[in-house]
Structures are given as C-alpha cells and as structure tokens.
C-alpha cells in the first residue's frame, strides 16, 4: 500500500487529467529504458571505424568511403595529442607506417571503434601489427556495396575463399610428413 492510497479519490474534473499525467509519465520511463536497453549489433553499428593502412590508399578507394560516411586522414601536424573521441569521422584513415601514429592507437581505447587494416595480400596473417591488434584484414575495399550497411557489413567479414583441390591435397601431404 503506498502513500496515494490513502488519499481521499480526486473530484471527477481532475481525474482525466490525472490519468492523462500518469500516462505519460509511464511512456517517458518506458521509452526512456529502451533507449538505455540496446542490443550488440545496436552498439556496434554505431561504432566508428580505424582504417589502419600499411599501403597507400588511392584518391577512387578514398572516395569509396566517402559516399559512405564522413572520412578523415589522421595527420601528425594536426591530431598528435587528440584523442580521437573528439575527432568527427566515421572513417579515421591512419598510417601505420609512421611511428607517431602507432604511439598514438597505443593510447586510445580501440575498444570504442571496428579496426580494420589496408595491407598488402602478401600481409595478410605475417605481419606484426596485425597481431597485435584486433584488426580485420582487407587487401582491397569492397567495391560493389548497395548501400552504408553492406559497405560496413563487408568491411568487417572476411571474404569467403573458393575451395581449391590443391591446396587441400598439398595440406594433406604437409600434415603426412610433419609426423
């Protein structure tokens, strides 16, 4: 029994608005705790995403990102101290051959963002930096994306591989002489 119940009932010209009141009061909490209840794929579409590149990105890759989103280039001269929450971007390209630029995804928190980083193919599951991060590996962006989603969507899976009979006998026979 709460407080209200023990208060005489309300003359009949304030009870519609009373109740009018309560319900709206009822859907703003409700509407309040669902935006606070969200989902992983809610979270993580909305996350940014670290172009980590080990190659140079050509000005056609560049503008393939663009008509997807807003796109920055990390610059020394200009974002050395920045930590990239305060950065407007969807996609922040970085160059992973400059020292200062490693030093600073040392200091962030990679967590907030999808990593994913533009190396060559001969990279792909050799190069250190790829394992030192949690990175998806691309050796070219995707070119035929329908829309932001699937242009996202295909950023963060890898492409499937066509089965090849060659490798799978040249793996058997190495599997055959390692014991």
């Known amino acids: 029994m709460s407080k209200f119940d023990l208060l005489p009932p309300l003359p009949s010209v304030l009870k519609p608005v009373a109740e009018q009141k309560e319900e709206e009061n009822v859907s703003v909490s409700v509407s309040a705790s669902l935006r606070a209840e969200r989902t992983p794929a809610e979270e993580a579409k909305d996350k940014r995403f670290l172009i980590v590149c080990s190659r140079d990105l050509s000005a056609e890759d560049e503008a393939i990102f663009?008509?997807?989103?807003?796109?920055?280039?990390?610059?020394?001269?200009?974002?050395?101290?920045?930590?990239?929450?305060?950065l407007d971007f969807d996609f922040l390209f970085i160059d992973a051959r400059e020292k200062e630029a490693r030093l600073t995804l040392g200091r962030q928190n990679l967590a907030l963002y999808h990593q994913v980083a533009y190396v060559y193919a001969i990279q792909k599951g050799v190069d250190d930096f790829l394992s030192e991060m949690d990175t998806v590996d691309i050796s070219s962006i995707p070119q035929h994306a329908i829309n932001g989603k699937d242009f996202r969507h295909q950023l963060l899976n890898q492409k499937l591989t066509a089965p090849s009979l060659a490798k799978s006998v040249f793996r058997f026979f190495m599997g055959c002489f390692a014991r």
Request: charged share 35%; hydrophobic share 30%.
């Open 66 to 86: 663009k008509q997807h989103g807003k796109t920055l280039r990390w610059k020394k001269e200009s974002f050395l101290n920045l930590p990239f929450e305060q």
